[in-house]
């Protein structure tokens, strides 16, 4: 007899559109690095990918390619290879991840775009530490590598209220950055495509924050393990018209299903959930399971709204672009977060929070000095903490997480 | 589905599969302990269950067609297939916890392999609750591994720690390390004694550095059930009384037990 299996979460269509954004973007940059035609800039996640459109860069994600490995369960076996050769098993596993499989010639992209080899070769690799430091590490290696510059903005770190301060400094370190790059790209700075790229990535983040707020609606038409995937264009194509038309058809689909009144899970959205931290990339599917079974839907994430830039402006782009990279959550410091995370709890009419106790990365943990005992003094709601990591398997004990948030959803029972 | 039966002969079956040790309890309608069972878990979680069951039948002198309903907890929750409900070994603790001290309480449990330290309010609400992390320092597998280390039976543990006149200090979070300081204690000719009543509070300062403290304080678990000593220590460390349930080892099995019964009553609403 065959298996029937149940049908617990609800897949949207624009996923297809996604996977085809994704593979024409690797192929394009694939064809780049063979061709020798387009330069290709390596960049962190929150790196000033607008500048380096305007230079007419090729942009990847190393961050991006480090998910891949551990969405593949590929990093746990690649990571002990960069513990060897010197970073430690405390610092970030995708750094470690991707560095093993650099020296190892592996990537995820063979499996998943035919014909593609490898990574593609960078000219040049740019940084922005407001995501870390280990960011710089991880590039400088490569930079070493390669035999390529590395070149970048150092951020401040637990920015309370931003001053004018914070934005010359960023914007002159965004615009020192102008003439290394024009000699490496071997043309000038061609101001409208720059501007050009501003205005796009900001319409891409106010289409993501939009597509994200359709999770305040009861039920929410997608969950967190959704968002994480979703925002690959918002990560990788920002400043991209492709990435626009992405998400307009995933802001349609998604309205579509408030208007419909269908949620995410196929079950009944009994409680609602708000994830702070990183995903656990290696166990998407897994906890996507995981909490629809429990008829528990995880809406609203620190995380996937990380990629919301809301302060890009084409008309002042260099200022603008410090403004935005320095509103993010991640720079700023505990009393500002606690703010932010108390307003989306309210918001998105969560039920508890749960944190993410990612073992290598600290920067996007925000449960390590005490925040969440405290927003459970100033909002009732209670919280769990899962220990985990976002790449490396080796933190985390699957059966422990699992009486970990089955317990923490008894609770909120208790409490209805 | 409940079964046919009279009601006054019905019993609840809370089945708890540990990690180490499975445990049953029965109780009445009235919610009295009728009868128990435990043994070790062994690597077939079913058949440890059905046989810990039996156990209890007999000792309550019930048949099966008594057991109105059973619910399971613990580790191998979801391996008892005679169990018509699983709830968390936290929600149990904490369930079979309240029931003899119904009024705002932190639970202890000191388990097998973890630790839970769980806070409920004068409802029996669960307020927070905090697991150990991925680590045996300060679980039931730490004071077996030492046992071995130090070659003596694990029953003989809370008599030897009560004989110390020297609490020597193990403070290593690691099991592994910490067997490495008993191996250095040993030998510098400490006496076993004194080491094992270091091991003891060190048990007991893993498990404080987990979550504050409030209200009236409960241990539960295998652990302190057979190392009572454990309990005086504990007082010492915190400076104040540490309440235990008549069977601290079936706390979360008569949970269990108790949730069986609450879905009793609501089929029969």
Redesign the interface.
């Known amino acids: 007899m065959a298996h029937e299996t149940k049908q617990i979460l609800r897949r949207l269509k624009s996923a297809k559109d996604l996977s085809r954004f994704m593979a024409d973007y690797y192929y394009e940059l694939n064809e780049a690095a063979i061709s020798g035609k387009r330069k290709i800039a390596w960049c962190t996640s929150v790196g000033p990918a607008e500048l380096l459109r305007g230079l007419g860069y090729l942009i990847y994600f190393p961050e991006t390619h480090a998910a891949m490995l551990g969405a593949t369960r590929m990093a746990t076996d690649l990571i002990p290879t960069a513990n060897a050769m010197g970073y430690s098993p405390e610092i970030c596993s995708y750094l470690t991840a991707d560095i093993g499989a650099f020296v190892k010639g592996i990537t995820p992209l063979s499996a998943a775009y035919k014909g593609i080899t490898s990574v593609p070769k960078p000219d040049v690799l740019v940084y922005n530490t407001n995501q870390c430091r280990d960011v710089l590490d991880w590039f400088n290696w490569y930079g070493d590598k390669f035999n390529v510059p590395v070149v970048g903005i150092e951020s401040y770190r637990s920015v309370g209220e931003i001053t004018d301060f914070h934005i010359d400094s960023i914007a002159s370190q965004i615009e020192n950055l102008v003439a290394p790059l024009e000699e490496l790209a071997g043309c000038k700075l061609d101001m409208d495509a720059f501007k050009q790229a501003v205005a796009l990535s900001r319409e891409c983040s106010d289409l993501w924050a939009q597509c994200l707020a359709t999770a305040s609606a009861k039920p929410a038409p997608l969950t967190f393990f959704d968002g994480t995937t979703l925002m690959g264009p918002a990560v990788v194509g920002r400043g991209t018209l492709k990435a626009v038309e992405m998400y307009r058809l995933l802001l349609d689909e998604l309205e579509e299903r408030v208007n419909a009144g269908e949620g995410a899970l196929v079950g009944e959205e009994k409680y609602r959930l708000y994830w702070d931290g990183m995903p656990v990339w290696g166990r998407l599917g897994m906890h996507s399971k995981m909490f629809a079974e429990l008829n528990a839907n995880v809406i609203a994430s620190t995380y996937c709204s990380s990629w919301i830039f809301s302060a890009l402006d084409p008309s002042d782009p260099f200022k603008s672009m410090a403004r935005a990279y320095t509103e993010l959550f991640i720079v700023r410091n505990d009393a500002y977060k606690e703010r932010y995370i108390q307003d989306k709890l309210d918001v998105f009419g969560c039920d508890g929070i749960l944190y993410h106790n990612a073992r290598t990365c600290p920067n996007n943990t925000n449960c390590l000095y005490g925040m969440p005992q405290r927003l459970?003094r100033k909002t009732g709601i209670?919280?769990?903490?899962m220990?985990g990591d976002l790449n490396d398997l080796r933190?985390?004990?699957d059966?422990?997480t699992k009486?970990?948030v089955?317990?923490f959803i008894?609770?909120l029972e208790?409490?209805k | 589905m409940s079964k046919t039966y009279s009601i006054e002969k019905a019993v609840y079956a809370g089945v708890d599969v540990g990690a180490s040790h499975t445990k049953v309890a029965l109780i009445d309608t009235a919610g009295h302990l009728r009868g128990h069972g435990v043994r070790k878990s062994g690597v077939n979680f079913s058949a440890t269950a059905e046989m810990c069951l039996a156990d209890a039948l007999q000792m309550a002198d019930c048949t099966a067609d008594q057991v109105a309903h059973t619910v399971s907890t613990g580790?191998g929750r979801h391996n008892v297939t005679f169990a018509s409900g699983t709830?968390?070994?936290?929600?149990c603790h904490a369930k079979g916890s309240y029931f003899y001290f119904p009024e705002a309480i932190t639970v202890i449990d000191i388990g097998g392999q973890?630790n839970k330290i769980i806070k409920l309010d004068s409802n029996g609400?669960?307020?927070?609750?905090?697991?150990n992390?991925?680590c045996a320092a300060g679980t039931g597998a730490f004071l077996e591994e030492m046992a071995t280390r130090l070659d003596i039976p694990l029953s003989d543990m809370d008599g030897l720690a009560r004989k110390s006149t020297e609490t020597v200090n193990i403070g290593s979070y690691c099991t592994v390390f910490s067997a490495t300081e008993v191996l250095e204690y040993i030998r510098h000719g400490k006496k076993v004694q004194d080491i094992i009543k270091g091991l003891f509070v060190s048990v007991i300062r893993r498990v404080l550095e987990m979550d504050s403290l409030t209200e009236k304080v409960v241990m539960t678990g295998g652990v302190v059930a057979h190392n009572p000593y454990l309990i005086d220590l504990s007082e010492e460390q915190i400076g104040r009384r540490v309440w235990t349930p008549p069977f601290p080892q079936l706390a979360g099995a008569i949970g269990a037990a108790l949730y069986a019964k609450a879905t009793q009553t609501s089929d029969n609403e």
């Open positions: 459970f209670p919280f769990v903490i220990d933190c985390l004990s059966e422990q009486t970990n089955e317990a008894e609770q208790e409490m | 580790y709830h968390t070994e936290i929600g973890d609400r669960r307020i927070s609750f905090k697991m992390r991925k």
